[in-house]
Nanobody, 126 residues
Framework: QVQLVESGGELVQAGGSLRLSCAAS????????IGWFRQAPGKERLFIAA????????TYEDSVKGRFTISRDNAKNTVYLQMNSLKPEDTAVYLC???????????????????WGQGTQVTVSS
C-alpha cells in the first residue's frame, strides 16, 4: 500500500516560484505513475501534470506547459512539481495521486488514480 504526503505549498507573490513534493511510503512507489491535480474552492479537481513510473514520460495540462515541471526521484520515493511564473489563478489545493495500473502511460483522468494525498495549499497573491 502506497501512502502519499504533499508538502511545499505556501503563500507566494505572482511571478514567484514554488517546488511541491509528493513523498511516498511503500516499496511499490516506483511502479506507479504519479499525477498532480489541483482543486480551488467550489471547483472541480483538475489535472495538472503526470509522470510515468520511470520518469521517461510526462504530460501537462495546457495552461501550465512551460511554467510547471514534474520530475521524480525513485531513490527518494518522491515526485516534485516545480512551479514557476505563478499566477493568482494557480491558487488551489494541490494533490498528488498514484496510478498503479498504467505505469508507463501517465493519464490525465483522475478516475485511474487509486491513491491520493491530502493536499497542500498554494496561494498566489497579485
Amino acid at each position: 500500500q502506497v501512502q502519499l504526503v504533499e508538502s511545499g505549498g505556501e503563500l507566494v507573490q505572482a511571478g514567484g516560484s514554488l517546488r511541491l513534493s509528493c513523498a511516498a511510503s511503500g516499496r511499490t512507489f516506483m511502479t506507479y505513475a504519479i499525477g498532480w491535480f489541483r482543486q480551488a474552492p467550489g471547483k472541480e479537481r483538475l489535472f495538472i501534470a503526470a509522470i510515468s513510473s520511470s520518469g521517461a514520460r510526462t504530460t501537462y495540462e495546457d495552461s501550465v506547459k512551460g511554467r510547471f515541471t514534474i520530475s521524480r526521484d525513485n531513490a527518494k520515493n518522491t515526485v516534485y512539481l516545480q512551479m514557476n511564473s505563478l499566477k493568482p489563478e494557480d491558487t488551489a489545493v494541490y494533490l498528488c495521486a498514484g496510478d498503479p495500473g498504467r505505469p508507463d502511460r501517465p493519464t490525465t483522468n483522475p478516475t485511474y488514480y487509486t491513491h491520493w494525498g491530502q493536499g497542500t495549499q498554494v496561494t498566489v497573491s497579485s
